[in-house]
């Protein structure tokens, strides 16, 4: 029953007969807005899965492409150091970390062919993460640069000779051009030259500079006033109050007025004074050498300079003759043990008079093979990035200047030639040895000049070289 209260506030509908479907529709109506819930929820879940399975992907990916890189690095410092020969016979191999990184496989199908005395080397490294993999496709460019052995002398820029002139010897010269030519640039005949005989030039022929040679010398000077020395045995040093002995085989400083009272200087521009007592071995300098001989000593050393060398005489010359020697040179005219002490620092009980160079002294006091690099850096009389100027004597006193060692620069000078590559003067200079003018100038022989190119010792011809390793190419595949 109904109250009057409840009654009142009844509406009946019309009719006396109540709409029956009116509530099914607003369970119908809820139910399909709960249907599109779960719907944009489901299809939520499911791009939430999808991205964090592209995103496992794009992971997967980045990693296995971190790896080919990791792994291209470390083929590329393995490879470094080996020669072209050594490289041809890796096929394939596994780089490991703590697990495999990489996997590397010779490619051979798909590779530049040698071209230009320089050959290549291509791998297909592949590295793999999450079921992602990445290869990179390396090629490597392998090349000698330095020359290493000569057969002659070399004038890379040239050669002219002036008809006062004197140029002479018995080597085997190449020139640019393939001709020597007079005042009207017109060519020398081959029977005019003196003894020499012309080959052909290669243009592809590469040079050492200054800086291939820095980690190779053995007493360094830079431009900033400090020194350094390395590649020395036998070095004395004072601990607890007992002398005591050791080896150098990295860069370590030293002062400058330390390593010997003949040279002096700083700031880029050093002077070697011939009669003083040098240090056994390779001085390389930062800057420009002038270099005053002596005709009372002989001058052995290998000098090296980023800029240019001045070997200038004493004036007055007197009449003696001047010599200089790179070392190898100087023992090979006169194998004893007396020029094994200046070249290798050791007297004849095999006790260190002073540091030994190890690049191509053995322990015992014998050379090392001076076919093989470092040792032949021995062979180097001087070599210069700028000018080699050479003091010719000018006729003084009929003293003659006498080189013997290989010589390499980027130009020729004498008198007042310097970078112009004018060669002047009125005495003899005698090359026992190659000089090797590596410029672009021309080499001029004017004035009284008489330039002798002699055969050197045998063995005393080749000089270091450097293998230079450079990367060529490198894709994904």
Request: charged share 10%; hydrophobic share 35%.
């Amino acid at each position: 029953m109904l109250n009057n209260q409840v009654f009142r506030t009844v509406r009946l509908p019309v009719g006396g007969e109540m709409h029956k479907q009116a509530g099914f529709a607003s369970i119908l109506l809820i139910l399909f807005i709960g249907l599109a819930l779960t719907t944009l929820v489901i299809g939520m879940v499911t791009s939430v899965r999808g991205l964090q399975g592209s995103s496992l992907t794009t992971h997967a990916q980045t990693q296995a492409q971190i790896k080919s890189a990791i792994g291209y690095q470390a083929l590329s410092e393995f490879l470094g150091p080996l020669s072209a020969a050594q490289i041809a016979t890796i096929n394939n191999g596994t780089i490991n970390g703590a697990d495999t990184v990489a996997t590397y496989t010779a490619v051979t199908t798909d590779c530049p062919a040698e071209a230009g005395g320089t050959k290549y080397f291509c791998y297909d490294i592949k590295a793999v993460s999450g079921g992602a993999s990445s290869i990179v496709r390396a090629t490597y460019a392998s090349k000698t640069t330095g020359a290493g052995s000569f057969t002659g002398s070399i004038f890379a820029g040239g050669l002219r000779k002036d008809g006062s002139a004197t140029l002479g010897g018995d080597q085997t010269i190449a020139v640019k051009g393939d001709k020597v030519v007079d005042n009207q640039n017109d060519a020398i005949p081959e029977s005019a030259l003196g003894g020499l005989t012309l080959d052909v030039f290669d243009p592809n022929v590469t040079f050492l500079k200054a800086e291939d040679l820095t980690a190779d010398a053995n007493y360094i000077f830079y431009k900033n006033g400090t020194c350094a020395r390395n590649n020395l045995a036998n070095i004395s040093y004072i601990e607890g109050g007992v002398t005591k002995y050791k080896d150098i085989t990295s860069q370590e400083p030293v002062a400058c007025n330390d390593i010997s009272s003949g040279i002096s200087g700083g700031t880029g521009n050093w002077n070697i004074s011939g009669s003083q007592t040098l240090p056994v071995g390779v001085l390389w300098f930062e800057g420009n050498v002038n270099i005053t001989l002596s005709s009372a000593k002989a001058f052995v050393n290998t000098i090296i300079a980023t800029g240019n060398i001045a070997v200038n005489l004493p004036n007055p010359t007197g009449n003696t003759d001047y010599f200089s020697y790179a070392p190898n040179h100087y023992y090979l005219l006169n194998p004893n043990n007396n020029r094994l002490t200046r070249v290798c620092g050791l007297n004849n009980s095999l006790v260190s008079l002073e540091p030994r160079p190890t690049q191509y002294c053995n322990a015992d006091g014998t050379l090392k093979d001076m076919t093989t690099s470092p040792a032949n850096i021995a062979n180097i009389l001087f070599l210069s990035n700028g000018y080699l100027s050479l003091d010719s004597a000018g006729g003084r006193n009929g003293a003659e200047v006498n080189y013997y060692g290989n010589m390499l620069s980027g130009s020729l000078a004498g008198g007042t030639g310097n970078s112009s590559g004018d060669f002047r003067g009125g005495g003899t200079v005698n090359v026992y040895g190659n000089l090797v003018v590596t410029g672009a100038v021309q080499t001029s022989l004017l004035g009284n000049l008489n330039l002798q190119l002699k055969r050197g010792t045998s063995g005393g011809n080749t000089v270091p070289s450097k293998k230079v390793m450079i990367l060529s190419g490198l894709r994904y595949m």
